[in-house]
């Protein structure tokens, strides 16, 4: 498709309307009883987080990592309960807290710093239950249940924690982390703490385990549309396309090479399309010979060394007549899918969506972008 409009040269094209309808198809999944949680964090992975969170009409709580984007979205006009789950023990909490921001506790020293605060504050404690990431140890358990429950100004809404293998259904690691969840669940009540709203799953876990939804999820890559377990299929819209415009096609001999170090040698004689994206943009060297570029509806290899600012794209006899101005797909609809991307190339589609960067300018379709 040639491009009518004058168009940025290297583009990310998020379609609003796929995320209402990924938030609104996961929401009736999971039933009025349980709360979406959408997970925002990292600009909505790539997808840009106010416009995510304005767009995600059905969700009831947004999730972030850190204090800087739940602010961000304050500071948008997202009223509804934002949880952040990074926070610096030593840094000011009185900003989020003033700003309505529900804190989650992965430690005693965060929990000491909210107590000596003495500033109201909504707030998590996040559990240990074998990521051995971030989180409260099953030795720190009963301390901190009841150092929370005897701070009065500190609104214990539940505990969190976050499964390491949710997105492989058979492995009883799941049981595991599930089974460490409902103890300290347990040990937290019987300790006097209510914890109405408690939340254990990602998007692979909300998919696959009913039984462990709680009362809320925390759900991100769902929103953007893609599967974390291959071959499943929920009814969800990839919402994020990576588009350049053809900067020129270019006729290459038999036996001559293209970009750095001469990787790649034509076979026989044909055409090259240069395509405006580069490592700077996000797309790594080490997608060499995995990316196939769609243009027109049809898929080209990628071929040499990945550029900072350029590819080569081998046309062989340009069946289709590509030309210079036609929009060639990195991924998404009318390329490879992220997850076919990801598959080729060795990472997750969790990765592939939040690599556009550098040049890439950011835009929105099919929905009500204020
Ligand atoms: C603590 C936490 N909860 C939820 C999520 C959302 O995970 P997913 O994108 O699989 O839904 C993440 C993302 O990695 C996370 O770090």
Redesign the pocket.
Known sequence: MSQSTVQPPLRTRVDLGAIAHNVSTIKDMVGPDVNLMA?V?ADA?GHGALEVARAAERADAF?V?TVAEALELREGGIGKPICA?IWNPEDDVSTPLAARVDLAIPSLRHLGVLIEAQVPARVYLKIETGLHRAGLDPAEWEEAFALARDAEHLEVLGLMS?LACADEPENDYTDFQAANFARALEQARAAGLECPVNHLC???G?FTRPDLRYEQV?????IYGLE?IPGQDHGLIPAMTWAATTMAVKPIAAGEGTCYTMTWHAERDGYLANVPVGYADGLPRAFQGKLQVGIGGHLYPQVGRVCMDQIAVDLGDNPHGVRPGDEAIIFGGGGMSATELADAAGTIN?EVICRPTGRTVRQYVGGTHA
């Open positions: 997970v964090k992975y999730g990592a789950w976050h990602n998007t692979p909300t925390r759900v991100g890559l769902g974390p969790y």
